[in-house]
């Protein structure tokens, strides 16, 4: 290991040397007691420093040509760029986003950011990694500290079998994982990512990819391995949903991006009809499910499978096109997936969460730029213009017809028309005249400006896409 | 004599596996447990892996099974006695984990390379490994620390007592309390 070594995983470092740093002022502040006093947001500030440290560290390295690290195990390039932009973005939000609700639901404030951020460099070693055995335990680092985080409310008994279910069907994913990359080992004879394109095409090699699906697409919520995601969303706290919602898929198609278009070209046409399949089983699915909740949170935890058969589409089409689409739809989901949630952090019905549609009623004349922001997110998270996810979907939607693949481009047009009527019907009770009853709206000036950022975000990707376009097309230049 | 001492070992680890689901009572799980740790122990070796064979004996069978063991008895205060309760998968599931080893074993038949080329010098020795640990896979190797952190961390934080009290709670509490909002104290 030199110094040039460490240089390279700086961000990861920043980030867990604030995890760090953020559980020890926890634990200087309660002292003896039994349960966490610090109720300042001094964690929040420490988790928030440590993000901005790591985007400085990102800022600072020229982009430039891909610097390989730690004999070959690490990788920096355009595509490791963007994913720690989107998982640090992720991070930021879900920081600026909870400490109202953290405060107010009395969570452990230090494990709580010291978690996220460990998570969030978890996801980013698995946007970085070259080998398969570190890509493996950036998956674990990026789902176990999620597990912990459904269950940290510990008096909410749907919060402690939220946290049960995931942990407990995680593990069986990560077994599949594990088996799938000794498959690979024994097929090719290397871990070894960059090594893997020239491994001779064996049905071993075949049986061992198809495990690893399993264990990335459960961490992204494709179907037919979404079966958690409305359980552990609906019972988790709701500042865990929101990060667990967006850092997971950020984390889970990183890994895809290295596994498929990456590594395993030669093997394309086999994985392009898997992976093709899984996406119309998962839009389909997930779009026609949202349809009948009436739990926001539920709603959303759909929503999210259904996006995930959206970004599957731009790693089953494969190549320069498709990859681009990928990053560019997962920064954009980061942004309205936490708008999203970060208006129905604010809210609050009589002690619980209120996170019934209806609970959203008369929004508008209460606290209008939150009414703002969750339509405008909703609008997105449908594709409609002149928000960043039109941009996002018109990307993934062209790479599937440069790949030759209608089907994919018709399906996902098609079910997007289907996924307007929920997200509108949900925009337009949060636009509606009247009140509920008994929902408080909270006021937070910490979650004011990260709701501002995550609008920002995304009507700017929407109206001038050109620089992020242009960062994105950048990353996937070394592809083929 | 490697390939006897194989089948050996093989025969006696799935006895093993077969136990630990099999028996009634989780003493005996916990020592069939035993039987396969030690059995693949021996594989290692035959895979000239003698570090990480020793390391399976003291760490697996030494110290692992002896703390199952030691939760066994505390829960079950009668000695580890007492049938467990509703133990088994249904049907279905035992059917598709079968079909997916039987369709691995398929792959496995189909693709495996009957020769491996025969270790290196020096290969599996503790300076081999721990080369290995802390030059090719440092990286990796930090990433599993961090890894025991988290799991530290959560450990605490979803372990440690709580102040009983009737406290407002995110979800939907048992009994939502009566009328106002959130009381903070």
Known sequence: MTWADLSLIAPELALAAAACAALLQDAWATGPALESRSRGPAAAWIALGGVCAAL??????????????FAGMYVRDGITRVVDLAALAAAGLGVML???????????????HALLLLSTAGAMLMGASRNLVLLFLGLEMLSFPLYVLAALARRSRRSQEAGLKYLLLGAFATAFFVYGVALVYGASGTADLSRLGRAPDVP???????????????????????????????????????????????????????????????????WGQMLAAIAVATMILGN??????????????????????????????GGPAGSSAVLYYLLVYVAMNLGAFGVLLLLERRGEEADRVEDLAGLLGRAPWAAVVLAACMVSLAGLPPTAGFIAKLYLFRAALQDHRVALA???????????????RVASVALSAGAADAVAVRHSRFAGVGLALAAAGVLWLGIVPGAITALVQQAVQALR | ???????????????????????????????????????????????????????????????????????????????????????????????????????????LA?????????????????????????????LPFEAASALLLIGMVGAVALGKRLRPAGDPSPGRPQAPPAGGPARAR
């Not at chain 1, 090699?205 to 979404?226: K, N, Q, R, T």
């Not at chain 2, 066994?72 to 080893?101: D, K, N, Q, W």
């Not at chain 2, 189909?110 to 020096?122: K, Y």
Request: glycine fraction near 12%; aromatic fraction near 10%.
């Open chain 1, 56 to 69: 400085l560290l990102l800022g600072v390295r020229p982009a430039g040509a891909a610097q390989v690290g």
């Open chain 1, 98 to 112: 909870s400490p109202p609700y953290l405060e107010r639901f009395r969570l452990p404030a230090g494990e709580y």
């Open chain 1, 204 to 270: 071993l090699l075949h049986a061992g990819v198809a495990f690893l699906v399993i264990g990335l697409g459960f961490e992204a919520a494709l179907v037919p391995f979404h079966a958690w995601a409305p359980d552990v969303y609906e019972g988790a706290p709701m500042p865990a949903t929101a990060f667990m919602s967006v850092i997971a898929k950020v984390g889970a198609f990183a890994g895809l991006l290295r596994l498929f278009p990456q590594a395993l070209p030669q093997l394309a046409p086999a």
């Open chain 1, 288 to 317: 026609l499910a949202a349809l009948a909740q009436s739990n926001v949170k539920r709603l959303l935890a759909y929503s999210g499978v259904a996006h995930a058969g959206y970004i599957l589409i731009g790693i089953a089409s």
């Open chain 1, 410 to 424: 018709l399906v996902g047009a098609l079910t997007s028309v289907v996924s307007v009527y929920y997200y509108l």
């Open chain 2, 1 to 107: 004599m490697e390939a006897v001492l194989f089948g050996i070992t093989a025969v006696l680890a799935l006895a093993g596996g077969v136990g630990v689901v099999a028996a009634r009572q989780p003493v005996h799980s916990a020592l069939a447990l035993l039987l396969v740790l030690l059995s693949l122990a021996v594989d290692y070796l035959l895979l000239a892996a003698q570090f990480i064979a020793a390391l399976q004996v003291i760490v697996y069978a030494g110290a692992i099974v002896v703390l199952f063991v030691f939760i066994i008895m505390l829960l079950h205060t009668r000695s580890g006695e007492g049938p467990r309760a509703g133990a088994g998968l249904p049907r279905a599931g035992a059917g598709v984990l079968c079909g997916l080893f039987g369709l691995a074993l398929l792959a």
């Open chain 2, 110 to 138: 189909a693709g495996v390379r009957e020769t491996a080329p025969p270790p290196a010098p020096g290969f599996g020795t503790i300076q081999d490994v721990g080369r290995a640990l802390f030059g090719r896979y440092l």
